[in-house]
């Protein structure tokens, strides 16, 4: 039967798979660098928290192999793969429980990073919202979290170079490319991740950013005058 090649992932679900990578790679770096690295720490974890945020919109307005519809591990997808009876194009049942998993467990380290604080010089910046002990509980989960992030990443990029390399199913060029080959019987046209789901995915992440900045905060008090003499 001949291949036809159809587009899989669209750019914005590309650029931000590849946008995370980078992100959650420097959030890692600074906070194990701590000290004056931990502004660009909070800058790369209100960045992790926005592009979550723009894929979870995605994941419901975004074309049709980037919706969560698509590809969510429903007991019944899981056992057809299982048995070999699996015809999906996108992220196969095991492939999208790690995706979930490592979506969630993201979402966690960056909400309770906001609350967050070395007791030295950094504090998240919705500190000011919690207790003293949740912030400390808060810090604590999310410096332990960190093993499983990377537990989750390294078994994602183990299972894609296994699919790769011994399934020879190439799980990283459509991630870059966007494309897959296929057999035409299983082509589907694509449908939705328009230039308005586009713009409402990326408002809705600038919002959620600037909430996690501090936005509704009140100014801080101006500094006291110096004393007159």
Request: glycine share 10%; charged share 10%.
């Amino acid at each position: 039967m001949s291949l036809q090649a159809v587009r899989i992932w669209d750019l914005p679900t590309r650029v931000f798979h590849w946008t995370l990578v980078l992100l959650v790679l420097l959030a890692f770096l600074t906070g194990l660098q701590g000290g004056n690295w931990m502004v660009w720490h909070e800058r790369a974890g209100l960045g992790v928290l926005g592009l979550l945020s723009f894929r979870l919109v995605w994941g419901f307005v975004g074309s049709t192999y980037a919706r969560f519809a698509d590809f969510i591990p429903t007991p019944a997808r899981i056992l057809a793969y299982l048995q070999g009876r699996w015809q999906g194009l996108g992220h196969n049942p095991l492939g999208a429980l790690s995706v979930f998993a490592l979506l969630g467990v993201l979402l966690f380290q960056v909400l309770s990073g906001l609350f967050a604080t070395d007791d030295i010089a950094f504090q998240g910046p919705l500190f000011s919202l919690v207790s003293s002990d949740l912030s400390d509980r808060l810090s604590g989960w999310h410096r332990q979290t960190i093993w499983l992030i990377g537990a989750l990443v390294a078994l994602h990029i183990l299972a894609a170079l296994f699919y790769t390399l011994v399934r020879r199913q190439n799980l990283i060029r459509p991630m870059v490319t966007g494309m897959k080959s296929v057999e035409e019987a299983r082509v589907q046209p694509t449908r939705g991740g328009g230039g308005l789901a586009l713009l409402a995915a990326l408002l809705v992440a600038a919002l959620v950013v600037w909430v996690g900045a501090g936005g509704l905060l009140p100014p801080p008090p101006p500094p006291a005058p110096p004393p007159a003499w």
